[in-house]
């Protein structure tokens, strides 16, 4: 029995559908078609209901699922185990943030891809928020805070950020001075999230209000460029601004609490060693490039750690 077949088979029964599982996949309908075929001749029973909207679990389908997902899995780690010395083989398919992922993430999933060869990297560039197992991801990599999941995350550097605006902001409307006074201010935001400061050791939550709202970082930078309101940002996206002038730090005060990154996969016994030689290539990454990611950066190296998230 094939294990492509087996991941082609769970492929489609979690994505409910062919052509959402070539996708996935990054093969042809056809391929997904015939390793489906291949995989039913072999059991000798129908595993998917074809319909017009897709595809469904037979009786027999849903009891095989789990097990050639456990199989399919196993068969990958035996391979890991038996591999020469550092050579990665198969699909590892990434969620990166659309904000300065092509910029900051994309050369290091570049590098891997040149010292792994025989390793197919598909990478999805998205600000929204990813649900890894019914994706089909093998992991993400997330920046900021992490909210609570069943999800496994493992620290691989700090990022930090302040509260921004641009001169022509300031001058128009004054500079906010504390916490309480942001109410009175344009807040440039993704959604109705609530904004965490820090003063001193106590962390206080404010809920901004805005008429400027985007789902990327990037879009936001350019509206506190414009002198649209206030921006909660990170150092990696509004240094260069801030350097030439064209942001100035505001409420510095009561900076906002230090953030990370993190690689993020499904909870399991043991993460692939794809995934393992991501997080590595990620932490020497930030090493080599400190200033990228804020004024934390020096002070925490090291401080990395496996936790639920």
Not at 58 to 82: K, P, Q
Not at 83 to 111: I, M
Not at 139 to 164: E, F, H, Q, T
């Amino acid at each position: 029995m094939d294990t492509e077949d087996l991941h082609t088979f769970v492929a489609v029964a979690d994505a409910g559908g062919v052509s959402a599982a070539a996708r996935r996949l990054g093969i042809s309908k056809s391929i997904v078609s015939r390793r489906l075929f291949r995989l039913e001749s072999e059991l000798g029973v129908q595993l998917l209901a074809r319909t017009t909207r897709g595809a469904a679990l037979t009786e027999a389908g849903a009891t095989f699922r789990d097990h050639a997902a456990r199989v399919g899995a196993e068969m990958d780690l035996a391979r890991e185990n038996i591999l020469p010395t550092g050579d990665l083989r198969g699909r590892l398919r990434v969620a990166v943030p659309l904000s300065f992922g092509p910029s900051h993430f994309a050369p290091v999933l570049a590098e891997m891809a040149k010292d792994h060869p025989q390793l197919h990297i598909h990478t999805s560039y998205s600000d929204r928020f990813v649900d890894l197992i019914a994706e089909g991801f093998d992991c993400a990599i997330r920046v900021g805070y992490l909210p609570d999941s069943n999800m496994i995350a493992r620290r691989v550097g700090p990022v930090s950020g302040k509260l921004v605006a641009s001169p022509d902001y300031i001058a128009a409307h004054g500079a906010p001075e504390t916490p309480q006074d942001l109410v009175t201010h344009q807040a440039l935001m993704q959604g109705t999230e609530a904004w965490q400061l820090m003063d001193g050791d106590r962390i206080i939550t404010v809920q901004p209000q805005g008429r400027f709202k985007a789902d990327n970082g990037t879009a936001l930078t350019a509206a506190a460029v414009a002198g649209l309101g206030i921006g909660y940002l990170p150092d990696c996206l509004t240094h260069e601004h801030v350097s030439s002038g064209k942001l100035v730090p505001v409420m510095t005060r009561y900076p906002p609490p230090p953030a990370g990154t993190y690689v993020v996969r499904p909870p399991g016994q043991h993460p692939a060693r794809k995934i393992r030689i991501l997080t590595e290539t990620l932490i020497a990454y930030f090493e080599r490039n400190p200033e990228l990611w804020g004024r934390e950066n020096r002070e925490e190296k090291g401080h990395r750690r496996t936790r639920n998230a």
